[in-house]
């Protein structure tokens, strides 16, 4: 006699086995996306050159921090603010700053701040209790200037694991 196997004669647990096996779930798939904290370099444009590269063309600077982590809270440890020299304008976290799951913050460089430069970058430094997944964090640039508007977005870098 042979025996037919189907889902009500699977052991549950099996069916679980499988079903994380074919979703990616098990042996840490995806543990790519997870750290315990990094180091970031967040590119961003306190003005742009238009025309003969002789007007600059002023643009406020929104970094944005986003925890992606469902359920872990993170905390933003460093975010300081270089010019295009490499020379510290503003440290903007005083002092460490948790982000609860799923929660975000922005920091802001006004329009009429230009001692960024153009070629302006960020250095975030977070870290977490345990590893989770990594935040988003980048740049939103946007001016408007007579009817003239400009807005763009910049993914920051990992320069630094922490794990």
Known sequence: MRTRLNAHTLIPGCFLLILMLQTGAAWGAGDENLSDGQTLYVPVYS???????????????MLSIRNTDPGYPLTIVTATYYDSDG????????????????????LYVKESDTSG???????????????????????????????????????????????
């Open 87 to 106: 020379t510290l304008v503003r440290e903007y976290v005083q002092k460490p700053l948790e982000l609860k799951p799923l929660a975000s913050t922005h």
């Open 117 to 163: 430069g153009s070629g302006a970058n960020f250095i975030v430094t977070w870290k977490a209790a345990r590893p989770i997944n990594v935040p988003i964090v980048e740049s939103l640039m946007i001016g408007v200037s007579s009817g003239q508007g400009i807005s763009f977005v910049r993914e920051g870098q990992v320069i630094r694991q922490h794990d």
């Open 47 to 61: 003005h742009i050159y238009y025309g003969d590269r002789t007007k600059p063309f002023n643009l406020a600077v």
